[in-house]
């Protein structure tokens, strides 16, 4: 019963908030960001990394965010075709992306809170000139976490290559293996993403056990929808058909609107725990203080 009103309640508040047309508006803000982001990830790591390195990396982060074989396959030969230019022009592509980053990331950053306190229902707005210093110092928080994205990402493809080494295992289909291994690296990037920016984006901020809660099953409903949409392109889509070479890019932005959707879905969950949080704390400070009375009135 309890879940059945929290599920209810919780569908109002997205038809309240205008869930749909908030996740539009992240989506475009967000696409306006990747090229951009590109460029920089490409001019950090060129300059420290080797070249067959990155590349390996860029295979490891597609295979995690477009687990659909065909969609994958594309994503790698578009880029993979251009990293050793993107590396040799390095400099001039670190301008350009800081530029532009700096610029369509900031209005990203603006819708996030924008959203975020739409749904926490806060509406003391922070000053602009320090919200913008703020955007600015996590524009580099987030490049520099997108980096390491890509530095951690080998560290998880030696782990997985020393399991399949050892000798007890071996002969063993590790397909399943390599199914579960994609599904919780893909998992435990957006969680990690989703809780940092419930944390730290919102004026209005709220614990580290909503923050998880949110990003929790927002990561979960992620997670869940990436592996249905992927059995929906193999067996009932035909993008390919309609859209020719253009079907990956029809995928990417169905698939950056839908996990804005479930970003807002998760930052409800988290209001809705804040919510409870609040009234298990009132009504724990009322029990104590019914219990001081009791022993006051005794003594």
């Excluded at 806060?122 to 210093?133: A, F, H, Q, R």
């Excluded at 987030?142 to 994205?149: K, L, N, P, Y």
Aim: with cysteine; glycine share 6%; charged share 15%.
């Amino acid at each position: 019963m309890v879940f059945t009103r929290f599920i209810v309640v919780l569908f109002k508040r997205l038809e309240q908030h205008h869930v749909f047309l908030y996740a539009g508006g992240l989506a475009f803000s967000l696409l306006l960001c990747i090229i951009p982001l590109i460029f920089i990830v490409f001019w950090l790591l060129g300059s420290f990394i080797d070249v067959n390195n990155i590349e390996e990396q860029v295979q490891n982060l597609i295979d995690a965010f477009i687990p659909y074989a065909d969609y994958a396959d594309y994503a790698k030969g578009v880029l993979l075709d251009r990293i050793e230019e993107l590396i040799a022009g390095k400099n001039i592509a670190g301008i350009i992306g800081i530029g532009g980053l700096i610029f369509a990331a900031s209005s990203f950053l603006a819708s996030l809170r924008t959203v975020l306190n739409k749904v926490f229902e806060y509406e003391k707005p922070m000053n602009l000139l320090l919200s913008k210093l703020i955007d600015i110092l996590l524009i580099f928080v987030i490049i520099v976490g997108f980096s390491v994205a890509m530095l951690v990402l080998p560290l998880l493809v030696l782990f997985r290559q020393l399991y399949y080494n050892i000798p007890f295992f071996r002969g063993i289909d590790f397909l399943p293996v390599d199914a579960t291994f994609t599904i919780v690296a893909s998992f435990l990037i957006v969680f990690i993403g989703f809780a940092f920016v419930y944390k730290i984006i919102p004026d209005k901020k709220i614990s580290n056990r909503s923050a998880l809660a949110g990003s929790f099953y927002a990561s979960a409903l992620w997670v869940m929808a990436k592996e249905f949409f992927g059995v929906y392109l193999y067996n009932f889509a035909s993008y390919g058909q309609i859209y020719g070479t253009y079907a990956l890019g029809i995928v990417i932005c169905f698939w950056i609107y839908y996990t804005a959707i479930v970003f807002i879905v998760g930052a409800e969950i988290a209001r809705l725990y804040e919510e409870n949080a609040e009234i298990f704390r009132r009504y724990d400070q009322i029990f104590k203080i019914r219990k001081l009375n009791d022993w006051l009135d005794k003594h």
